[in-house]
């Protein structure tokens, strides 16, 4: 029963900004770890970043540290992925996931649940 659905993507420029969104429900989601994963045509899926739902400790990669925020509103089972000073190398289809665990993990494979993915594309 368990849905994630992400919206939000778009075109944007160079420079620009998007705030992606991923509506969760079907699940408890207190102790869960939401993911921001994304991918390329052709390439594997890549972590973008996770949060957790307990404290709101977040994690991301290398890429996007200091462009991109995770953030989490437990009123509206939503959490969000800021995307600042993107990147034409940003573009890719943009999944959210979700972890039983309370560990931030990277991998793909250790998550549960994901989303349908939410295509944004970064022209330079």
């Known amino acids: 029963q368990v849905q994630l659905v992400e919206s939000g993507g778009g075109l944007v420029q160079a420079g620009g900004s998007l705030r992606l969104s991923c509506a969760a429900s079907?699940?408890?989601?207190?102790?869960?770890?939401m993911g921001w994963f994304r991918q390329a045509p052709g390439k594997e899926r890549e972590f973008v970043g996770a949060i957790r739902w307990s404290d709101s400790i977040t994690a991301y990669a290398d890429s996007v540290k200091g462009r991109f925020t995770i953030s989490r509103d437990n009123a509206k089972n939503t959490v969000y992925l800021q995307m600042n000073s993107l990147k034409p190398e940003d573009t890719a289809v943009y999944y959210c996931?979700?972890?039983?665990?309370?560990?931030?993990?990277?991998?793909?494979?250790?998550?549960?649940?994901w989303g349908q993915g939410t295509q944004v594309t970064v022209s330079s």
């Open positions: 996931a979700a972890d039983r665990g309370i560990v931030l993990r990277p991998i793909p494979k250790t998550y549960n649940y």
């Open positions: 079907g699940g408890t989601f207190s102790r869960y770890v």
